[in-house]
T-cell receptor
Framework: DGGITQSPKYLFRKEGQNVTLSCEQN?????MYWYRQDPGQGLRLIYY???????QKGDIAEGYSVSREKKESFPLTVTSAQKNPTAFYLC??????????FGPGTRLTVL | GENVEQHPSTLSVQEGDSAVIKCTYS??????FPWYKQELGKGPQLIID?????GEKKDQRIAVTLNKTAKHFSLHITETQPEDSAVYFC????????????FGRGTQLTVWP
């Protein structure tokens, strides 16, 4: 069963803690993306990666970090430097024709 | 630059009526325009897309039109059903070779039975 999986579905974090969101795909896609979604603001790009061991900052990278050690995996770490991390986080992947496919999302809440 | 502008932000229609959502882009280099549907608590799903070498594309009740001169593209849903209720996002690529997409702010479509 091919697709993009994100875990966990819900995540709670105390202020000052780092937390890592998982994104895995078995679609053999080269490119992967992380978006943040807040009510009324659409999708904002945090980081993206076109190839293993390489990634670029998106529009709102501050307070976040990523790694791309494997083609299938693109984990996102929300650090304590992110001032307002409560949001819905979406991972996506794509092939060369730019069609992006999204995972089910992780809802992060800071307590 | 500005992300693609999407209107309206909310749209309510009666079941069976048509719904139209319009997006305007600014970069003449844009040549890929997808539309996504997002149901509550889920990730967006691609419903239709169009590339700049065509003016219209249709898939059953859904169609997208592209006007490159005016730099706008529209999603048309005919014979709407309650299950069409969702948030719809448009996007463009600004001619990016890096695979990036730039999204509109979304339209909340409600179809009343």
């Amino acid at each position: 069963d091919g697709g993009i999986t994100q875990s966990p579905k819900y995540l709670f974090r105390k202020e000052g803690q780092n937390v890592t969101l998982s994104c895995e795909q078995n679609l053999n896609h080269d490119a992967m993306y992380w978006y943040r979604q807040d009510p009324g603001q659409g999708l904002r790009l945090i980081y993206y990666s076109q190839i293993v061991n390489d990634f670029q900052k998106g529009d709102i990278a501050e307070g976040y970090s990523v790694s791309r050690e494997k083609k299938e995996s693109f984990p996102l770490t929300v650090t304590s430097a992110q001032k307002n991390p409560t949001a819905f986080y979406l991972c996506a992947s794509s092939i060369a024709d730019r069609t992006q496919f999204f995972g089910p999302g992780t809802r992060l809440t800071v307590l | 630059g500005e992300n693609v502008e999407q209107h309206p932000s909310t749209l309510s229609v009666q079941e069976g009526d048509s719904a139209v959502i319009k997006c305007t882009y600014s970069d003449s280099a844009s040549n890929y325009f997808p539309w996504y549907k997002q149901e509550l608590g889920k990730g967006p799903q691609l419903i239709i897309d169009i590339r700049s070498n065509v003016g219209e594309k249709k898939d059953q009740r859904i169609a997208v039109t592209l006007n490159k001169t005016a730099k706008h593209f529209s999603l048309h849903i005919t014979e709407t059903q309650p299950e069409d209720s969702a948030v719809y996002f448009c996007a463009d690529d600004r001619g990016s070779t890096l695979g990036r997409l730039y999204f509109g702010r979304g339209t909340q479509l409600t179809v009343w039975p």
